[in-house]
């Protein structure tokens, strides 16, 4: 080859865009090193002295020639665009000059030259940038996520903690808030536990007995009451002059209803008028207490009078007053049904109730032993009240008594045997848990009628007369003996014309008609005598 030849040969363009592999097959390790862009044909190139410009062909067949390449001939994985290419010299300009000319072009362009440097490592090394920059996204990414779960965390333990504040917060006032309920906060009191069940709704298991003495219309009538929710029972005392109004319609006092009317009527009667619900009764006649009494081995009461027994029993002393007193069966009788000259009901009554919470405080806290115990009185009970159930509820408020829970209290009872819901509250609200619902006094005038003639046909009469006038009517009774004229008796002037009205009804003189002290239980008393016909 000439050196005018190997002048050209050397081109700086040919060098940089057109290497030439030395081995016949460098072209594998030249795709290897350079994969991009894709692969095309490879071709020959030649330069044309005549035109100045490099001649490319493709080679057919095969990817390389089968011939070893001349120096011409390069090997080349892409073509160069048409701006990059060299401009021929001139025709007129021999090559060396054209050469010097190239070379001053390019001195003098140098931005042209370093468009056109790119180079197949340049390429590579754009690549190279691409993957490192994803490399990058890909670090901050990962950065990004690890901060917003690390700030995740973060809130996660706040939100934990603040919960935790918070619940220590409200247990903190609910301990405060019970303890000040359970009045167990020092120094700020509260609502015992006892009081504040007292104000919900409770289960009470009432029983009413009744004390009869043998041969007696005489009879005392308590409520056992045994309030399941609070743990306290009591005794409610009441006198026989309160007011009732059984199944037939006519109202009557307590006393009358128990031997009038029976244990059924009497207890509807008074769960009425009460506003309670009463299970059962008790009819505990004196012999059966007698027995009770002496099967515990006696009670003990503190006493507030002498009692004696009767005549047929030789008068002998059976209670003396004092405290602590031991009484057997027949002492135990005596006192509950004991009252002196001169003494209210009341006080009569409040001795029952001593005698009472006193067997009960003897009576076993278990309801089979209890329940024996009332076996071996022998009385016959009450189809409302077994002697299973019976047992049951005396052990239960034996056991209350035991532990200081039980109470006894009088009902108050005005003079006319209605009672006062304000004055009554703390007994039938409070230990009934009920209501009174008997007529304000005030209200419709009520008129006992008692029979004193002997004619039970005329006591019917007056009695319908009585209820179609209007009037409340209370059955007197039957006096222990008769009289020839009848009466009308009013307490007080307010009554005086009710008591003129009640003459014109039943067809007596108003002569008749007299102010006077009459039933208690009854506005105005109407005495029949043998001249009322009816």
């Known amino acids: 080859m000439s050196s005018e030849q190997e002048q050209y040969g050397q081109d700086p363009y040919a060098q940089q865009y057109y290497p030439v592999p030395e081995e016949p097959y460098a072209a594998d390790a030249y795709q290897q090193q350079y994969p991009y862009p894709p692969q095309v044909p490879p071709q020959q190139h030649s330069y044309d002295h005549s035109s100045g410009y490099y001649q490319e062909s493709q080679v057919q067949g095969s990817a390389y020639p089968q011939s070893q390449p001349g120096p011409q001939q390069q090997v080349q994985d892409y073509q160069v665009p048409p701006q990059y290419r060299p401009e021929p010299p001139a025709q007129s300009q021999s090559p060396a000059h054209s050469q010097a000319q190239s070379q001053s072009q390019a001195a003098s362009e140098p931005s042209a030259e370093s468009h056109r440097d790119f180079d197949t490592e340049m390429f590579a090394f754009i690549e190279e940038e691409n993957e490192q920059a994803e490399d990058v996204i890909d670090w901050l990414k990962f950065s990004e996520s690890r901060t917003e779960r690390r700030d995740e965390r973060k809130r996660r333990g706040r939100n934990r903690v603040m919960a935790l504040v918070v619940m220590l917060a409200l247990a903190t006032i609910g301990g405060v808030g019970y303890l000040w309920k359970t009045g167990q906060l020092p120094g700020l009191g509260g609502t015992s536990a006892s009081t504040q069940a007292a104000t919900g709704a409770q289960k009470r298991n009432v029983i009413v007995v009744n004390l009869?003495?043998?041969?007696?219309?005489?009879?005392?009538?308590?409520?056992?009451?045994?309030?399941?929710?609070?743990?306290?029972?009591?005794?409610?005392?009441?006198?026989?002059?309160?007011?009732?109004?059984?199944?037939?319609?006519?109202?009557?006092?307590?006393?009358?209803?128990?031997?009038?009317?029976?244990?059924?009527?009497?207890?509807?009667?008074?769960?009425?008028?009460?506003?309670?619900?009463?299970?059962?009764?008790?009819?505990?006649?004196?012999?059966?207490?007698?027995?009770?009494?002496?099967?515990?081995?006696?009670?003990?009461?503190?006493?507030?009078?002498?009692?004696?027994?009767?005549?047929?029993?030789?008068?002998?002393?059976?209670?003396?007053?004092?405290?602590?007193?031991?009484?057997?069966?027949?002492?135990?009788?005596?006192?509950?049904?004991?009252?002196?000259?001169?003494?209210?009901?009341?006080?009569?009554?409040?001795?029952?109730?001593?005698?009472?919470?006193?067997?009960?405080?003897?009576?076993?806290?278990?309801?089979?032993?209890a329940t024996q115990i009332v076996d071996a009185m022998g009385a016959i009970p009450d189809p409302s009240l077994s002697d299973a159930q019976l047992g049951a509820s005396l052990a239960q408020l034996s056991h209350q008594v035991k532990?200081?829970?039980?109470?006894?209290?009088?009902?108050?009872?005005?003079?006319?045997g209605t009672i006062s819901s304000q004055q009554s509250d703390s007994v039938v609200k409070d230990i009934l848990g009920g209501a009174v619902k008997n007529s304000d006094p005030s209200g419709t005038p009520t008129v006992a009628v008692k029979n004193a003639g002997g004619s039970s046909a005329a006591a019917s009469a007056a009695q319908v007369a009585v209820i179609n006038s209007g009037y409340t009517y209370v059955d007197g009774g039957t006096a222990s003996s008769t009289q020839s004229r009848s009466q009308i008796l009013y307490a007080t002037d307010a009554q005086a014309s009710t008591a003129h009205e009640l003459a014109k009804t039943l067809g007596l003189p108003y002569s008749e008609v007299a102010k006077g002290q009459g039933q208690a239980n009854a506005d105005v008393t109407v005495v029949l005598g043998s001249d009322y016909k009816g």
């Open 403 to 416: 532990n200081g829970g039980y109470r006894t209290a009088m009902l108050p009872v005005r003079p006319n």
């Open 212 to 369: 009869r003495p043998v041969g007696s219309n005489d009879s005392s009538t308590a409520l056992l009451v045994d309030n399941e929710t609070t743990g306290k029972g009591a005794t409610v005392l009441l006198p026989n002059s309160l007011s009732v109004q059984p199944d037939t319609g006519a109202t009557t006092t307590l006393g009358n209803s128990v031997i009038d009317q029976g244990a059924a009527p009497t207890r509807d009667a008074l769960g009425t008028l009460l506003g309670a619900n009463i299970q059962g009764t008790w009819r505990l006649d004196t012999p059966y207490l007698e027995i009770l009494v002496n099967s515990l081995g006696d009670i003990t009461v503190d006493t507030d009078a002498t009692v004696t027994a009767g005549a047929q029993d030789g008068g002998k002393t059976l209670v003396t007053p004092g405290k602590q007193q031991d009484l057997n069966g027949q002492a135990a009788v005596a006192y509950a049904t004991y009252r002196g000259p001169g003494e209210s009901e009341s006080a009569q009554l409040a001795r029952f109730g001593q005698v009472m919470q006193a067997v009960l405080m003897k009576l076993p806290s278990d309801a089979t032993s």
